[in-house]
């Protein structure tokens, strides 16, 4: 069985003062039975206030991106270990937001991974298909590209999560059927075992796009959905807490 894990992409949201929002998720989850893991990944300014913030509780916090390289003349970049020293346990990459708006293929996602690795950090490897995609039938085989392309041989569930997010449901209150979500959590499992190996079936498997209060429940209690990355719903403590007790109940 994969581990459970609630993980939340603030994405460019958050200053100081939203650290309060920590506090209030500590509090609520606290008592929560069978709490899955929980992880927030704040931008890069918050990570470490948050990670001080968030010492004692039990609650997480990853990147949102790193630099393949350990260092060097990257203006900008943030390099994987950066992360580590700062606190971060995880980072998510391949972000359709990284492949869209910073034009970043699989195979620097692949080397994205390799370096978080290298700083000990658990990659959070995201996928999903466009609604062009979609429509014209195509999701498993850009599901199938993009995880062969992107997740690095050495992927095992200690070290690699993969988020499937359809590029059309982000941020858009749209979500796949639950029976969508099915077929491709189901093909990923397959098509990870096949190339990593049989440990790789418990390498857990989120699905994102538009998680809501509302819905969580609903989305995990699909076979093969091990938990949420979850953006917009994230932010707010009042928000995440119930998606993190619908997840702890599935
Ligand atoms: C995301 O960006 O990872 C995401 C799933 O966003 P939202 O929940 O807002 O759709």
């Given at each position: 069985m994969a581990r459970k894990i609630a993980a939340g992409n603030w994405k460019m949201n958050g200053l100081k003062a939203d650290?309060?929002?920590?506090?209030?998720?500590?509090?609520?989850?606290?008592?929560?039975?069978?709490?899955?893991?929980?992880l927030i990944c704040p931008p890069f300014t918050l990570l470490p206030l948050m990670h001080e913030r968030a010492a004692g509780t039990g609650i997480a916090v990853g990147g949102q991106d790193c630099h393949p390289e350990p260092s060097g003349a990257h203006t900008g970049d943030i390099a994987a270990e950066?992360?580590?020293d700062a606190g971060a346990s995880h980072v998510i990459?391949?972000?359709?937001?990284?492949?869209?708006d910073h034009a970043e293929d699989?195979?620097?996602?692949?080397?994205?991974?390799?370096?978080?690795?290298r700083a000990e950090l658990v990659a959070i490897i995201c996928v999903g298909e466009s609604e062009a995609e979609r429509d014209a039938g195509r999701t498993l085989e850009v599901i199938g590209r993009q995880l062969a392309g992107s997740v690095p041989q050495?992927?095992?569930?200690?070290?690699?999560?993969?988020?499937y997010e359809p590029v059309w449901a982000i941020g858009t209150g749209r979500t796949p059927t639950t029976a969508e979500i099915a077929e491709?959590?189901?093909?990923?499992?397959?098509?990870?075992?096949?190339?990593h190996g049989a440990a790789a079936a418990d390498i857990p498997l989120l699905y994102g796009g538009s998680v809501k209060p509302g819905n969580a429940a609903e989305i995990f209690a699909v076979a093969d959905v091990d938990g949420g990355l979850v953006g917009g719903a994230s932010l707010?403590?009042?928000?995440?807490?119930?998606?993190?007790?619908?997840?702890?109940a599935s």
């Amino acid at each position: 069985m994969a581990r459970k894990i609630a993980a939340g992409n603030w994405k460019m949201n958050g200053l100081k003062a939203d650290l309060a929002e920590i506090d209030s998720l500590a509090a609520a989850i606290a008592d929560i039975e069978s709490r899955p893991e929980v992880l927030i990944c704040p931008p890069f300014t918050l990570l470490p206030l948050m990670h001080e913030r968030a010492a004692g509780t039990g609650i997480a916090v990853g990147g949102q991106d790193c630099h393949p390289e350990p260092s060097g003349a990257h203006t900008g970049d943030i390099a994987a270990e950066m992360l580590a020293d700062a606190g971060a346990s995880h980072v998510i990459l391949g972000h359709s937001e990284r492949r869209s708006d910073h034009a970043e293929d699989d195979a620097l996602v692949a080397a994205k991974a390799r370096a978080a690795w290298r700083a000990e950090l658990v990659a959070i490897i995201c996928v999903g298909e466009s609604e062009a995609e979609r429509d014209a039938g195509r999701t498993l085989e850009v599901i199938g590209r993009q995880l062969a392309g992107s997740v690095p041989q050495g992927a095992r569930p200690e070290n690699t999560v993969i988020a499937y997010e359809p590029v059309w449901a982000i941020g858009t209150g749209r979500t796949p059927t639950t029976a969508e979500i099915a077929e491709v959590h189901a093909f990923m499992r397959e098509r990870l075992v096949a190339a990593h190996g049989a440990a790789a079936a418990d390498i857990p498997l989120l699905y994102g796009g538009s998680v809501k209060p509302g819905n969580a429940a609903e989305i995990f209690a699909v076979a093969d959905v091990d938990g949420g990355l979850v953006g917009g719903a994230s932010l707010r403590a009042a928000d995440f807490v119930p998606i993190v007790a619908a997840l702890a109940a599935s």
